[in-house]
């Protein structure tokens, strides 16, 4: 197992931020999500820093959906990044936890009418506008409300970068955003030079997740600029800010070899410096919106061990009292993770295991065939960079209950989220 941040060793036994995971595991129970708050901040601060945030005048947003507690929208204020969010629930949590909406942009490909309502009334900065349905319904509500809005474009740009198939959004056969190559872009710009409460401002495209290679970034880049230059030139629109979605892929085990941050961000810069050179226009904003980068490897989950099942000479399962309920990654993108015994760190492995969830599908499996030290029943096992979609695609399946969330740092522990009760779990039902 790689150690991430801020986690030590001493005596085998494993710290997060100072504070021993056993001693975590003992008084919160398991499954607990783990948070490391100084390599969250480190993160947000190589983001702000090597995208040129204070000296370009560019963006970076945290997306949301990656893991979006109060806490979070909290942190990444004060770390001076803004916002994406993908529905009301994430709108409602961020200014719940007083963030600055002119700071939010909000996405979605079918936002309903009262997120629309809710996010004009709030405020949010900009509106990332999917499709003409959504355009046509910020102009009515604007005009009810006689309120004006900033937005931009989503295009696909027709980028097909090598990912999971379910986690690609660039390529033109998708759900998202306005389609470059049949004209719909060049419409919904054609429609928008008649609305008078929506303004313009910027282009947006993902072109999906868990990216390694910078490539299809630049090339996304490169079509952005060309598309600002064209628009200007047909339309006579200035676009003066540049979305280009999430961020690079990161470490979750031994076949991943992820870029830094500093040079995904490097790279961009330079090459829409370049590009704007030659194209003879003047830079805009960009904005970035990375999620996986900022927040999965400042995340791991305990587990407490239970059932070891050797099937001789064909498999040893061990079950933890967790699963596909805190971490749906393994079964719905066959994501591979690592993990260790926290008080077992560097005993000798040899042991082939399959971890498996106690969810009541065959299929709850949360990484199969590790070579690890030997487990036994009672032991605390660890899975690292579980931060990022573990806890945010969390579900109650077979009636389990949420696992609480507590973040670290210098020695002392946060509770973030509260472990669901079984009460809990019945506050909608009526009785
Ligand atoms: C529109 C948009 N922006 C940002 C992100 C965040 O991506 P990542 O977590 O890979 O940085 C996503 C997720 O894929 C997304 O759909
Ligand atoms: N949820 C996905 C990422 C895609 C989400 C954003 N478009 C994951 O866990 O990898």
């Given at each position: 197992m790689k150690l991430h941040g801020s986690m030590t060793v001493e005596n085998n036994t494993l710290s997060i931020g100072g504070v021993s995971c056993l001693d975590l595991a003992q008084k919160y129970s398991t499954p607990l999500y783990v948070f490391d708050e100084e390599l969250i901040r480190n993160n947000c601060r190589e983001y702000v820093n090597y995208f040129k945030v204070?000296?370009?005048k560019n963006k970076v947003a945290y997306a949301g959906k990656a893991f979006l507690p109060i806490y979070m929208c909290k942190l990444i204020n004060e770390e001076n990044l803004c916002l994406d969010v993908v529905s009301g629930g994430e709108l409602y949590t961020a200014y719940k936890a007083g963030f600055?909406?002119?700071n939010i942009l909000f996405h979605g490909n079918n936002k309903t009418i009262d997120e629309i309502k809710l996010g004009i009334d709030l405020g949010v900065g900009r509106f990332v506008v999917d499709n003409f349905y959504e355009l046509d319904l910020i102009e009515k509500i604007c005009i009810e409300n006689n309120k004006t809005q900033k937005i931009y474009f989503r295009i696909t740009p027709g980028i097909e970068a090598h990912t999971h198939d379910y986690i690609k959004?660039?390529?033109?056969?998708?759900?998202?955003?306005?389609?470059l190559t049949n004209g719909e872009l060049y419409d919904a710009i054609k429609k928008i030079?008649?609305?008078?409460?929506i303004k313009l401002v910027g282009l947006h495209a993902h072109i999906g997740s868990?990216?390694?290679?910078i490539e299809p970034f630049l090339d996304e880049v490169d079509i952005m600029l060309n598309l600002v230059k064209e628009i200007k030139e047909k339309y006579?629109?200035?676009?003066?800010e540049i979305d280009l979605g999430g961020g690079i892929g990161v470490y979750y085990s031994k076949n991943d070899k992820p870029k830094t941050i500093k040079d995904f961000c490097e790279a961009i810069i330079s090459k829409a410096d370049e590009t704007c050179k030659k194209l003879n226009i003047e830079l805009p904003t960009l904005i970035i919106e990375p999620g996986r980068s900022i927040i999965a490897n400042a995340g791991s989950t305990l587990y407490t061990v239970g059932s070891i099942k050797d099937i001789k000479d064909i498999r040893t399962y061990v079950s933890v009292d967790g699963g596909m309920t805190d971490n749906i990654r393994p079964s719905l993108y066959q994501a591979k993770y690592e993990c260790s015994v926290v008080n077992k760190i560097g005993n000798n492995k040899g042991n082939n295991v399959t971890i498996a969830g106690?969810?009541?599908?065959?299929?709850?499996?949360?990484?199969?065939d590790i070579d690890i030290m030997k487990i036994e029943s009672g032991d605390i096992l660890i899975t690292t960079?579980?931060?990022?979609?573990g806890y945010s695609m969390s579900s109650n399946y077979n009636k389990i209950p949420k696992a609480a969330v507590v973040s670290v740092i210098n020695g002392e522990e946060k509770l973030i989220c509260k472990r669901q009760s079984y009460e809990d779990l019945l506050l909608l039902e009526m009785q």
């Open positions: 204070n000296e370009n600055p909406m002119e959004t660039g390529q033109i056969d998708s759900k998202f955003g306005f389609t030079l008649n609305y008078k409460n868990q990216i390694f290679d006579n629109v200035d676009l003066t106690k969810c009541c599908e065959s299929g709850d499996i949360l990484i199969g960079s579980t931060g990022a979609y």
